[in-house]
């Protein structure tokens, strides 16, 4: 096989269910160059995999069998040393690509770019679902708004993200930490490397099948958040110094609407306990899941009410204007009532599990999420 010019790399660790699906996807791609994909598994826990490397043996596809468990950091390292691609597109075994064209479109946006979050969108297939989905379209939005106004990265998604051999090799590679895409995209920020959103193409991805399984995978995901946040605040403190802080602050805005209840509640009550009474429940939540839920219903009542609603609607309003006119150029489908229902009540529950997991990594001073589970 001539010289690849754009690797693929994938992670699997023990089960492989979806796989089969993704590398006919790949293998099926319509390129005027030559690729790769690197396959890293871990552990393989199933048959599928024996059967996947007698199916693609000799063709454009490399297996790396681990049956001793090296974990994602470093498996995503080894593939790079592996890799003889110029672009580097790293992807969850469970997304799904429907475009035959993705992988072009992709080289052609990394001929003028270094790093790159490519556009994910859910998988609809439940209620649960109707309202995650709104989730990727604010990511979407604080990636776009990042790229056109701060021309940086500040963070990846690494369900589906590229990188170019040299900017992954001057950052060093991927860091042992719990949010490894989250970790190299934000230190790339203080490369300079110049950063795209790539819309024109996407990946589909599930999300989880009930509301345990979310509660349970978005703290940790906070949780992880956190703590990388907590090793890394003379960082975040020199970047909020530099310029384009209103950008920043825009994008954190579109990707977090929840903050609209905390602040609400906040601004517009000179009660110290009704100020005080959303951390309170917060302190709780950090050590008790059930208390969550309760915490998100007295924020989502307590804001309709006066005075909170007239704050609430302000920047609900703003929220919209700023989301809504970004999101229709970025190809994302707006249901009014899903949107609205995402507003009430899906952020607000989201919002309180990040600030139950910052309780529970700064003030109980704890690393995982074992005794919280639901």
């Known amino acids: 096989m001539s010289h690849p010019k754009l690797s693929v790399i994938i992670t699997v660790y023990r089960e492989a269910k979806t ?47 681990s049956h001793v468990r090296r974990g994602k950091v470093s498996a995503l390292n080894t593939a790079i040393g592996l890799a003889r691609g110029d672009v580097l597109v790293f992807l969850d075994n469970d997304v799904e690509i429907k475009d035959e064209f993705f992988l072009e479109k992709i080289n052609r946006w990394m001929e003028k770019f270094d790093i790159a979050e490519i556009k994910k969108k859910i998988h609809i297939d439940s209620f649960l679902s109707r309202l995650v ?52 995209g934000f230190r790339s920020y203080f490369t300079g490397y110049p950063f795209k959103y790539i819309f024109d193409t996407e990946v589909i991805v599930y999300s989880p099948h009930s509301i345990r399984e979310w509660l349970n995978q978005r703290m940790r995901w906070s949780v992880g958040a956190w703590l990388w946040i907590r090793e890394h605040l003379f960082h975040f403190a020199y970047a909020g110094n530099r310029h384009n802080v209103v950008e920043s602050l825009a994008a954190l805005f579109a990707m977090f609407p929840g903050s609209i209840f905390f602040a609400s509640m906040f601004f517009a009550s000179d009660t110290p306990l009704v100020k005080t009474l959303p951390f309170v429940l917060s302190l709780l939540g950090g050590l008790i ?86």
């Open 19 to 65: 796989l089969p699906r993704l590398l006919s996807q790949l293998s099926s791609q319509k390129t005027s160059f030559p690729y790769e994909i690197i396959v890293m598994i871990d552990e393989p826990a199933d048959k599928i995999i024996s059967t996947l490397i007698e199916e693609y043996r000799g063709r454009n596809i490399r297996f790396d069998v």
């Open 133 to 184: 989905y709104y989730d990727y379209v604010s990511f979407g939005v604080a990636s776009y708004i990042f790229e056109k106004h701060v021309k940086r990265c500040a963070g990846l998604n690494g369900a589906a993200m590229a990188l170019t051999r040299k900017a992954i090799k001057d950052l060093g590679g991927f860091k042992n930490c719990i949010l490894e895409d989250m970790d190299i």
């Open 289 to 374: 899941a059930t208390v969550i839920p309760i915490m998100t219903v007295f924020e989502m009542f307590s804001s309709l009410l006066p005075p909170f609603i007239f704050v609430f609607l302000v920047l609900l309003v703003l929220y919209s204007l700023l989301v809504l006119p970004i999101s229709v150029k970025l190809g994302f489908q707006v249901h009014l009532v899903n949107f609205l229902l995402y507003l009430f009540v899906y952020s607000p529950l989201w919002f309180s599990v990040l600030i139950a997991a910052f309780i529970r990594v700064f003030i109980f001073q704890k690393k995982d999420i074992s005794g919280w589970k639901i």
